[in-house]
Structure formats: C-alpha cells, structure tokens
C-alpha cells in the first residue's frame, strides 16, 4: 500500500457528461501528479501540483482541469466526455517539488465512458 | 524533448535465469532515470533511479540497473527471476537541472517469468 487514496475505484458514465476523481497523498505529501494510462497512448503526465499551486502541465485536454485543496488532496475534473477518455487515471504524491524524488502511486480510477 | 524507448513488448524468462528489461532514452542534457513495476489491477511502484554518482543503482526485490551515458541506456537487470516478479515494468526519464521536468514514460515492457 502506498499511502495514497484514490476514489472511485470505477467510474462508468456517457459522453458528454462530467466526473471528478478524487485524490489522497500520502501524508507529508505536497506534490501531486496526474496521470493518464490508456493502451493506444501509454503512461502520459497530466499535471502536477505543489501546495496548492499548479507547477507542471503536461498533455492535458481544455476539457479537463484539477486543482489541490489546502488539506493537499487534488481532484481531476473531466467535463464533456469523449470515448476515448476512457483510460486509467493514476494520481501520485512525492514530498517535495522536485522529480528527482520518489512518487508514490495510488491504485487508479478505471473510467469508462460509453 | 525528452524521449524514452523500450523495445521489447515482451520478455519472457524461465525461473532461475538472469533478466533484463532494456530502456533507451533521449534527452538534451543529464538525465533522471527511473524504473516502475505495475503489477495487474495496481498502481505503480517504484523501484530504483539514477540521480548522479555510481552507474551500477541497486534497487527493490533484488534489481538493478546500470546507467550508461555513452549508449543512452538504462537497462533494468535481475540475477535470478522470480515467477513473482511478472509485472509490467516502465522506464522513466526527466531533464536533471532544469527545476520540476516532469517523468516522461515508456511504453512498458511485460515481464513474464515462467516456472
């Protein structure tokens, strides 16, 4: 177990519609990434957060958006769904804001969008 | 643009023998390397990285890889395979030196160890 809470475990809902995913780091945490897992594209960095400020952006869809509440957990919000949303999205914690330490990943979301 | 290759889909290795999972990777300076296992239905866990220093890094659950600047390689190596260690395994790459680079991905490279 790494520490970090991931909810819901699967989300299954209709294009067009609009889902949050919700995100826990591990305690003493204050980054945390998004990422998007799906077959065609790989493992592809979202976003990442550092106490409450956006830090990174990386391959992230206008349609998508997160943010990092005080408390330090982060929630992805995923509005007009597409098909191909659907995909595994990962969040990951480390301590600092640097990559050059570990993250620690949670069990995912699974969406699927029908 | 960082980039990170792994060639090989599939490995396959018996028991008992020696493994290696390769990664190339591509990057306009000094590199972070990372290597993950993601074992089914879980996330991913982290197994060892290169910062700096000696180019043999000694990891989890007995891996290791060895850093090699003049081949662009950061293979992921194991003496002895266990059938426990079937996993999808990742190689990751970041651009040391320039703030917050965020880990750029490989494809994956399923591991199967057969008993």
């Known amino acids: 177990d790494s520490g970090v809470t991931q909810t819901p475990k699967h989300l299954i809902t209709a294009t067009g519609q609009r889902v949050t995913l919700r995100c826990s780091p591990r305690s003493g945490d204050l980054s945390v990434y998004w990422y998007q897992q799906s077959l065609d594209q790989g493992l592809q960095f979202l976003i990442q957060?550092?106490?409450?400020?956006?830090?990174a952006k990386g391959n992230i869809l206008e349609r998508f958006s997160a943010q990092q509440f005080p408390d330090l957990h982060s929630e992805l919000n995923l509005s007009s769904l597409e098909l191909g949303d659907s995909a595994l999205y990962f969040c990951?914690?480390?301590?600092?804001?640097?990559?050059?330490?570990?993250?620690?990943f949670g069990p995912g979301t699974r969406l699927t969008v029908t | 643009a960082q980039s990170v290759a792994q060639p090989e889909d599939q490995v396959n290795v018996a028991e008992g023998n020696p493994l290696t999972v390769k990664c190339t990777y591509s990057v306009s300076g000094n590199p972070y390397l990372f290597w993950y296992v993601q074992y089914p239905n879980r996330g991913l866990q982290f197994l060892l990285k290169?910062?700096?220093?000696?180019?043999l890094v000694k990891g989890s659950y007995g891996f290791e890889a060895e850093f090699n600047k003049s081949q662009t390689s950061f293979h992921l190596k194991k003496p002895s395979a266990l059938v426990s260690d079937s996993a999808l395994y990742f190689c990751a790459v970041s651009l040391r030196g320039t703030g917050n680079t965020p880990l750029v991905f490989g494809k994956g490279t399923r591991l199967s160890v057969i008993a």
């Open positions: 957060y550092y106490n409450g400020e956006e830090r």
């Open positions: 290169y910062i700096t220093g000696d180019n």
């Open positions: 990951a914690s480390s301590q600092r804001d640097s990559v050059d330490y570990e993250q620690y």
